[in-house]
């Protein structure tokens, strides 16, 4: 086998092809389907006499999801508190705002409505209400989340799949950095996940969730382990769910089959599940990071855009057999086609997906410049983009692919 080398630490180890050994444990309760949310209260009274409820800009209330909830709470003897106004690219500001209404108040569980930043939020603030210190510390790693408060999560859009894992994702806008941290103690204990929920999302945002979905399982898909069969067929089908599903979806929002299958993709793309027994470098969601960072674009719109041109960027002979893969068994490109060309086909058939659903695949289209893509760069390589990436990338890779999306 070829031998990849990798420095972690002050070691050397040595890496084959071969899959790594891991330990798979996701503690989360799912209730799925339509009206799921019959079951909320009951498990968080198994937990909890006071929570924090925690949604956006107030979508949940026009939806009804807020008063269902509320409803369930109420019908359990569970007190609550409102905290609302929670950003698509949540800051931290508002985390730690979320921390004081928590200690103050003798909070003791998170209630999450809505989808991945509000779960995210959510996240950081249950961990950040059983600290000492200031919840950034989790962000830049000076500290690591060892306990949290237990989180339950009412699913509204089919997207970053928070709901079953344990990361999250916090801005900081005086410092131009979205950050993320990954911890057992905040896997959500319980999510009700009800595609009806999402019937209502605006055209967009369910075509970035869709973007956000795929991105999640490509991230995985695209490794340098090659045997990792059941994960990647699991891959594909996620995948090929998305290219199925998300033009459906659009075409009719309240599709109850696609919505429902798109949801559920949504949680498996990134529950650990496709990416165990791999390195996975996280390259492109790095890279968008930085967009979202200093232009607070939405993720999965940014993550629509540079996937293709990181697609373009990396393809060479080394690569092409893996795209060529995902090609055939995704989007039914020729078998039978040369190597290379089936995996430019794959790259160009994934581009006009998200063109169909009226993504951007320009950062001009989003009135983004270069001024800032040499420091983006900087700011988004990581050493397992030397280590662990499917196509390793140095800070020009990063820089040159920014300018591939201009």
């Known amino acids: 086998y070829e031998i990849l080398r990798c420095l972690v630490g002050s070691e050397m180890c040595i890496r084959d092809r071969l899959m790594e050994n891991f330990t798979y444990s996701i503690p989360t309760t799912i209730h799925f389907g339509k009206r799921q949310i019959e079951k909320l209260g009951a498990e968080v009274a198994k937990k909890c006499t006071k929570v924090l409820v925690v949604f956006g ?40 705002e979320g921390v004081r209404v928590c200690k103050e108040n003798g909070v003791d569980g998170i209630l999450a409505l809505g989808g991945g930043s509000i779960i995210d939020c959510s996240k ?20 690591e989340p060892i306990k949290a408060l237990p989180i339950y999560a009412v699913v509204t859009i089919a997207a970053t799949g928070s709901e079953m894992d344990g990361t999250a994702v916090i801005s900081n806008p005086d410092t131009n950095e979205k950050l993320d941290f990954d911890a057992y103690c905040v896997i959500p204990t319980c999510a009700i996940c009800d595609p009806t929920y999402t019937f209502s999302l605006p055209a967009k945002q369910t075509a970035a969730g869709v973007a956000d979905i795929m991105s999640h399982t490509m991230e995985n898909y695209f490794a340098p382990t090659e045997d990792a069969y059941i994960s990647n067929r699991v891959a594909e089908a996620i995948l090929k769910t998305c290219v199925e599903c998300g033009p459906r979806a659009l075409e009719k929002p309240d599709d109850y089959a696609a919505r429902a299958n798109l949801m559920w993709a949504s949680s498996w793309a990134i529950n650990g599940f496709v990416g165990m027994g791999k390195p996975v470098a996280w390259s492109v969601h790095r890279i968008e990071h930085e967009l979202s960072a200093f232009y607070n674009i939405t993720h999965g719109v940014g993550i629509a855009l540079l996937t293709p041109h990181w697609m373009r960027y990396v393809l060479n002979e080394k690569t092409a057999h893996q795209f060529a893969q995902y090609g055939i068994n995704v989007f039914g490109v020729d078998a039978s086609l040369p190597e290379m060309e089936a995996a430019k086909q794959a790259v160009d058939r994934t581009e006009a997906l998200f063109v169909s659903m009226g993504l951007p695949m320009h950062l001009s289209e989003l009135n983004i410049g270069d001024e800032n893509f040499e420091k983006m760069a900087e700011k988004a390589w990581r050493p397992a983009y030397e280590t662990s990436a499917f196509a390793p990338l140095t800070v020009e890779d990063i820089c040159n692919i920014y300018k591939m999306a201009l």
């Open 57 to 96: 800009g107030g979508s949940v209330k026009r939806n009804g999801v807020y008063d269902d909830a509320i409803a369930q709470l109420d019908s359990c003897g569970i007190a609550h508190i409102d905290f609302s106004g929670v950003e698509p690219n949540p800051k931290i500001g508002t985390v730690r």
């Open 124 to 143: 950081t603030i249950a961990a950040g209400a059983l600290y000492d210190g200031d919840a950034w510390d989790f962000l830049t790693h000076k500290a």
